[in-house]
């Protein structure tokens, strides 16, 4: 299996974690895996399964290396007896810590009280320690002409340490524990991982914030991970650089440049460019020292187009400006004359606002402070939009107002690496671009798409000028939301990775403020688009922005804790802010891709946490504003809320081998089988959680384009692979004919149960109905499948997607019509009915006629 880097090799030393898919029954599980270069050099690597094939086969493996010096370009998996390499990464647990020894890393990690660091080391000699999360709290009471404004810093208490995994090349410690304010009211759970990599001076942090907090009373003004380092050297050669939009911003504690030796004798330049100096020259050593002493430092990212860069000598003294820029890349790094550390939050810029903090560099002990949320500007603010629900005006969900963050999280990546001599600013920019955007090893889109791991979709092919114009398409579709992303500015730490539901053409602006047409919350599914786009293509940027939407609706659209988890929120002007809290909305499969791409336990444990989401809806009936209680606990369609328990059930089934969701899935197929118009029954039914059975109260009972809307072709195939029953393929081409049929056909085939206003947004079906056209061979299916896909008035989707330029408040790029339902929507059934019908393409001029079937 050839592998190759996802953008350019690393140019550091870094540990690398990627997983790759297996054809069912090629791997066994007792098989080792080896990792060779061009030359056939067998750097170590470390393997473990994250999926199985139901016949106990590997689907999906993880694998870590570590890559150094002059990397190779392509690398090749193979079944062989890896490389043992040196000594691997020794671990050592007690009652009151764990120590980990990387080869040159010596860490401790304490399990209890508030500082989960409490040492480090390289190479044996000690370079900091007091790591420690903060929370500054703040909490507001108003009064008449008067307002009480309390801070306090919380500082995270450790409850619980495990060591995730401990392998040779790769080690994870998972640390839980909660922020508490004085008075015990709010408590704010967090999780941090720690990764180690054999031999390797880094250490990865990644950290998630869960909220539990009063929205109305208690607001979150900071929100950071701190740690010490033992500088050495005077205070002239204690240096401090911030990356900037270039380079760095690079100063030293107290500058050698004075009113007499404005060259510092020869050593200016040096010293700013970071350098240790030596100083013979007496009287210049005099004025040195008369020099003020700079201390504290901020770089901070208050918007995604604005940073600011402020010091002063000491508490008590102003702050003075030093310099502004535009978007910091998120590094900062600390030293002496002896080396230093510098540490790093990814997508700095991006999750404003952020900032990089050093306070008493020129002391004994330098505090280094990497702020997830800068407290240099406004609080978060949990409260919701409005007061009151606008269902009738604004299309918001049910009239019940649930707007309550309690529960919903985020996840934040950061780095810190020890340095044992000071790095020039090239090492320092090598060591920013890999923190900014980690070096992965990926497959081939050809070994993605034979593996058959990984959905159903279509490769690119501009053999027929049909096909090549469709890729256009779909490149313009994905270009078009990149270019959004940047000229809307869809950025911010609560906002980074979603995008917008509609466009208002009059106001040239996204519906931001018009209830369920704001945030998207994978509304329609974007994520599986963008998923399947990337595993067709390899795009790199295409993965980016995928890899930041799952990270942002994993964690911010969904709850965690609390009453409604772990179900999600529908989409709304605040991303928490709909009533209809639902399970399609924490899919598993809007997720798993890039766990099983990355190997990431955060996502992987989200994975874990919906697989039993079908409990929650017992407690909260989706369709409790339209159905009464039943004889059964609550109800269910069988899309998208069926199909989202299936995708949770099958995630879990095929990662843990655990027969009771292989049976949950067989159950609800099998109730649907006993029915007369089995997968087109319903589509609503009653749901007993209990026995996962889907129990029948009627046909015509919704709309059908809900049901395959969000992503439930894609849970039905990827059922179909695995439990290979002919029965269930043909109940999914039997729904996709009925969709594609007329009135009278309809009718016809349904007994009279369904007719054409039962389905709406045919367009949605055209992956569906293509699939149903394959399996049945049915030409007069095909044809219509592609003149739904092609003709504007019934895909909405006019072609070709051309943003036109326009001057309003500023310039922008607008398609006017936009859709994010629609253009994610035509994109997937697009690549859909490109595999379907790649044999079976329409003349481009040649639409077939709307007519009947016969």
Known sequence: MKLRWLKAEPKIAVGVTWGVPWKKGVLNRHVSIALRTRQNNKPSVQTWPLAYWPDGSVKWTGHASVFAGDPANEYVLTMEESSPGDEGIQIRETEENIEVDTGCLQCTVSKSGETFLT?????????????????????????????????????????????????????????????????KTETFPFLLRLYFYQHVDTIKFVHTFIYNGNEQ????????IIFSTDLQGEAWNRNLRFAGDEGFFSEPGQLLRTR???????????QIAGKPVSIDNEILLEHVRDNARWNDFKLVQDSA?????????????????????ARSNGTVY??????????????????????????????????????????????????????????????????ERRAEPQGIANTSEAYMKCFAEPPDHEQLKMVTAEWQQPSLLVCEPEYYYESQAAGIWSLPDDSNPLQAALENELVAAFQFYKQEVEQRSWYGFWNYGDVMHSYDPVRHEWCYDLGGFAWQNTELVPNIWLWYSFLRTGNAEIFRMAEAMTRHTSEVDCYHTGKYAPLGSRHNVVHWGCGCKEARISMAGLHKYYYFLTADERTGELLSDVKDADQAVAHLDPLRAYYAKGTYPTHARTGPDWAAFCSNWLTEWERTENPKYQEKIRTGINCLKALPLRLLSGPTFEYDPATAKLHHIGDGTGSYH??????APQVWWDIARLLEDESWEEMMADFGEVYLLSEEEKQKKTGGRLKETDFHWPMFAVGIGAYAAAYKNDRWLAEKA?????????????????????VTWRKFKEIPWASTNGISQWCLNTIMALEFLKEDLPEVADFPIMGNKE
């Open 217 to 224: 009373t208690g607001f979150i003004r900071g929100l950071g």
């Open 305 to 325: 187009s604005h940073y600011k860069i402020v010091k002063r000598t000491e508490t008590g003294c102003s702050w003075v400006t030093s310099t502004h820029g």
């Open 706 to 711: 809900m049901v395959i809307a969000f992503g």
């Open 334 to 399: 600390v030293g002496g004359e002896t080396g230093g550390i510098a540490a790093g939050i990814k997508n700095f810029w991006q999750k404003h606002p952020t900032a990089l903090q050093v306070e008493q560099l020129t002391k004994e002990k330098t505090f280094v402070t990497l702020w997830l949320w800068s407290p240099d500007g406004e609080p978060m603010d949990f409260r919701h939009y409005s007061k009151t629900t606008h269902v009738l005006s604004a299309y918001e969900g049910f009239d």
């Open 786 to 806: 592609w003149a739904l896909l092609l003709d504007k008035n019934w895909s909405h989707t006019p072609l070709p997607l051309t943003a036109r330029e326009i």
């Open 260 to 270: 007499k030796f404005k060259d510092g004798d020869g050593l200016y330049e040096h």
């Open 119 to 183: 040492s480090l080391a390289l190479h044996g000699k000690l370079v900091g320690g007091d790591g420690k999360l903060v929370l500054l709290h703040e909490s507001c009471h108003e009064q008449e002409n008067e307002a009480t404004i309390r801070r306090q810093s919380c500082y995270g208490r450790i409850e619980q340490v495990e060591v995730e995994q401990a392998g040779p090349v790769r080690a994870v410690i998972k640390i839980a524990g909660k922020h508490c304010i004085s008075d």
